[in-house]
């Protein structure tokens, strides 16, 4: 799976961390880090991630 | 060699302390902070957008009851439980499961519903050309919002609205003198909650509650107990906010008549029109911090214990952030923090981002040349601001 995060949108709230939190993370300055390429075993968290995203800025692709 | 900064003051509990004060702006001018009688005020954008998020600063109004004499009883228990005041972990699990059923795609499931509730309200009123907007539209507006979200009926409303502002009066410093009002009116809305919560085990429907019953993360559910602390949380802060924001919409709409009828004539336009009016008249104002250790930020200090406001309606309107401040409901513009932001960051934005596009729209469709229609009548604007009385006269389209 391939995750992307659109970088104009996201405003690093976090709230992605709460559903996938092996995937997206916070950094020491508050800015989101994640794993483009996470194992597939994640998706239902990803797409949880997504669904939850108040920016809406998280796309996920096969 | 230290280098002295001249960092502005302000006094917020002074009545007549304005968020719309030259005061202000001139402060946010002067730095990107103040000191007031009651801890720091954060004042531009660039600085909002990121310390609201930092995790040093914790929401911090869980000691609220005990600061105030409350230290037992049904409504001290449920709020220094409630999700707003959480952390950490804590917070994080509640959160989760809480999430998915506000996500986009299920709110808009509401989207035909609102649509009807907002005709329905505006046709019982449009013969007439005149009408008090917080009585006659915001008020049952907003509340039936919350019943056909959580499956209360909307012949109810009225009673949810009541206990609501009782429950209100416990965000007041007379809260102790109040403490049996708010305390009745807290157990008959674990009354309602916890016969939806039952009804929904018993029989699942596709809604919003059964969602929350079903909410199931890695082998985790909410409780019955957090389960209803959850929906009292969200009627509760889900109300007057929502009411709030509308009767501001109507203010900063009424303002700039150009716009109002750019979007009777662009009804696609609501969702941003919205935007607009919560980037630049938010109902919330300020939204507090307390600093959990010592908080340094360049010249800032803030001892361990020391209250944080994050001055929305003034970052909002910030030039460095907004060069072009003025409203324009077809702007793009970078984000606003009137659903405030990090991980407390607004659990029911979508809900409200959509009743209050369709609620613009509908009234823009029918209402032109809006205008005052007698006095209206104000809260302080600071803290969580709106109106209480807004009488308005119309002419249809
Ligand atoms: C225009 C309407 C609304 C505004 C302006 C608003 C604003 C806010 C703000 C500023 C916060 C953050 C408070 C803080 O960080 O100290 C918040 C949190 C919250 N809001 Fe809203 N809100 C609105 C509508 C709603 C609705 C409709 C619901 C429920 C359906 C809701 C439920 C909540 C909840 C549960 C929280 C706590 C979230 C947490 O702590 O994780 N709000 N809201
Ligand atoms: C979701 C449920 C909410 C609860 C339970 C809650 C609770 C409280 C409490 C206990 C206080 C007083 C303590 C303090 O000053 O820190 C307070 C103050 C305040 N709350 Fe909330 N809040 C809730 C939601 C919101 C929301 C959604 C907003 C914004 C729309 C908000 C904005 C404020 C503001 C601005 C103050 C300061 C009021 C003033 O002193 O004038 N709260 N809140
Ligand atoms: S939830 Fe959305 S806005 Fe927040 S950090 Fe994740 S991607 Fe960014």
Known sequence: MHVYVDRAKCDNHGQCTFSAPTVFRLDDTGVLQFDENPDDSLRADVDEAADVCPMQAIMVND | MSLEIDVPYLDISDPSFSMHSEAVRNAREQHWYAKTNYGFAILRHEYVSILLKD????QGSGKWPDHNGVHTGLFHDWWTTCLLVLEGDDHHRIRRMLNPAFSFRHIESYVPRCESLAVELVDAIIEKGEFEFVNDFAEPYATRVLCILTGIPESEWSTIARISSSIGLALGITIKNDLAEIEAALAELYGYAESLIADRQANPRDDLVTRLVDANRDGDSLSDDELRN?????????MDTTRNQLGLGMQTMMRNPDQWELLAKHPELARNAVEEVMRSNPTT??????????????????????TVHFFTQVSGNDPEAYPNPGIDITAERAPHY???????HCLGHFVARMDMAIALRTLSQRMTNIRLNGQDEWMPDSGNTGPVRLPLAFDTR
């Open chain 2, 285 to 306: 104002t300020w939204v507090t911090r307390e600093a959990m250790v010592d908080f340094d930020w360049e010249d800032l200090h803030a001892p361990a214990g020391s």
């Open chain 2, 230 to 238: 959850a929906l009292c949380l969200l009627i509760f802060g889900g």
């Open chain 2, 338 to 344: 009137g659903f405030g932001g990090g991980m407390h």
């Open chain 2, 55 to 58: 995790t040093r600063l914790i």
